[in-house]
């Protein structure tokens, strides 16, 4: 059972989730806020992730901003027993940074799903003819993006909660 987070623990999340500035010691700045040492704000990173409180931690790219513009998703029909492999295979190119499987319906009968980000448009044509072969199935569609309308990360122990609408 989860254990409940000291205050402490929180405001460290809070400052975890906003962005981390682009300097040789990101964590200086949120130990000086919370005026820990540098080495303690990490050993409470490093416990947290050990409890699995902290599940993740990485870094955001707003690929548009750079210079990856050319966005798709590829989609199969592919028979239920090949649906573990292919998606195995598909999720070892970097290039896919999602990939799933899918309940197929009457109108619309594609089952394995993977989200492909390239410079261009006709770089993630030639990117989704590569995964097809990988996977040894041509039956695919190549959707693209025409805009992207949200991208943000999920914010925890916010002060003030958000305003809801009705």
């Not at 405001?11 to 806020?33: H, N, T």
């Not at 199969?76 to 290039?95: D, I, N, S, V, Y």
């Not at 003819?129 to 993006?145: E, V």
């Amino acid at each position: 059972m989860p254990r409940p987070l000291t205050n402490l623990e929180k405001e460290l999340v809070r400052l975890l989730q906003g962005d981390i500035p682009l300097v040789s010691r990101p964590f200086l700045p949120v130990a000086q806020k919370l005026g820990l040492s540098e080495a303690e704000v990490l050993e409470h990173i490093r416990r947290l992730q050990a409890e699995g409180i902290i599940r993740r931690f990485g870094a955001a790219l707003r690929h548009r901003e750079a210079g990856i513009t050319a966005n798709a998703m590829v989609v199969w029909q592919l028979p239920p027993e090949e649906l573990k492999r292919a998606g195995e295979k598909l999720a070892t190119f970097p290039e896919v940074t999602h990939c799933y499987q899918r309940q197929q319906r009457p109108e619309w009968p594609y089952n394995l799903y993977a989200v492909i980000h390239c410079r261009t448009r006709e770089a993630c044509e030639k990117l989704a003819a590569r995964l097809a072969a990988a996977i040894g199935h041509n039956n695919y569609r190549l959707i693209f993006s025409t805009a992207e309308l949200k991208k943000e990360s999920m914010q925890y122990f916010i002060q003030e909660p958000p305003e809801c609408r009705e």
